[in-house]
């Protein structure tokens, strides 16, 4: 059972560059959703889902698209990296919704330049 | 915005020692989480306490919850040096299980 799983591991763009951050799930969970975590603070909501075909906008959505075509799914894309987005990046899924735990994979470190 | 935030925002402690960490939040919730974070890890849930409840265990952890005060305190019994991580309360809102949001977090270092 391999949980969350995350690609990359690391990676580093330039300015105006896109990229898609990949999640996948494979406890069937219908929740999914992207966090950031900068230095000396904690983690914050990009975007969310609650099942296949329905996302909807978290705390800091700007600069980021997301969809959700698959129950396993949920992709994070950025459509054009400023020095800003550089930050490490989270997805977790929970059963349903958030009134049970979220298991989070294991990040991707994305540095902006 | 941090909906919790956590006190002490670091904490040094010798092993077999109790380490006391505590969160304070802004509004209603349905249930409040804490999560552990190992340097360079992702998050790993801890124990979940809902709104009617007061005091959770689970093995060398134990939660309580003043929603009156809108407080939580997570403390660790007889702590050891893999105990050292980042520990994080987050907290659901009332009327919406759709969103978890996050403090800033407590950093617990155990010497051994």
């Known amino acids: 059972n391999a949980g969350v799983t995350q690609t990359p591991k690391f990676q580093v763009l330039k300015t105006g560059q896109s990229m898609t951050l990949q999640c996948a799930q494979d406890?069937?969970?219908?929740?999914m959703s992207w966090y950031r975590q900068d230095p000396g603070m904690g983690l914050r909501l990009i975007h969310y889902?609650?099942?296949?075909?329905?996302?909807d906008q978290g705390e800091v959505p700007n600069g980021y698209n997301v969809s959700r075509s698959t129950t396993e799914d949920f992709p994070l894309r950025l459509l054009s990296a400023a020095p800003s987005q550089t930050s490490v990046y989270f997805c977790?899924?929970?059963?349903?919704?958030?009134?049970?735990?979220?298991?989070f994979g294991q990040g991707t470190r994305l540095t902006v330049v | 915005s941090q909906q919790g935030e956590e006190d002490p925002q670091a904490l040094s402690i010798q092993e077999g020692e109790n380490a006391t960490m505590n969160c304070s939040y802004k509004t209603s919730i349905n249930n409040l989480q804490w999560y552990r974070q190992n340097s360079g890890r992702g998050l790993v849930h801890l124990i979940l306490?809902?709104?009617?409840?007061r005091e959770k265990h689970s093995g060398r952890l134990r939660v309580t919850l003043d929603t009156s005060k809108k407080s939580s305190s997570l403390l660790i019994t007889a702590s050891r040096a893999a105990d050292t991580a980042s520990y994080f309360c987050?907290?659901?809102?009332?009327?919406?299980?759709?969103?978890?949001?996050f403090g800033s977090g407590t950093q617990l270092t155990v010497l051994p």
């Open positions: 889902s609650v099942g296949a075909g329905i996302t």
């Open positions: 977790a899924s929970s059963l349903k919704q958030m009134n049970t735990e979220a298991f």
């Open positions: 306490i809902r709104s009617n409840e």
């Open positions: 987050a907290t659901v809102p009332s009327g919406s299980a759709r969103q978890l949001t």
């Open positions: 406890m069937n969970h219908e929740y």
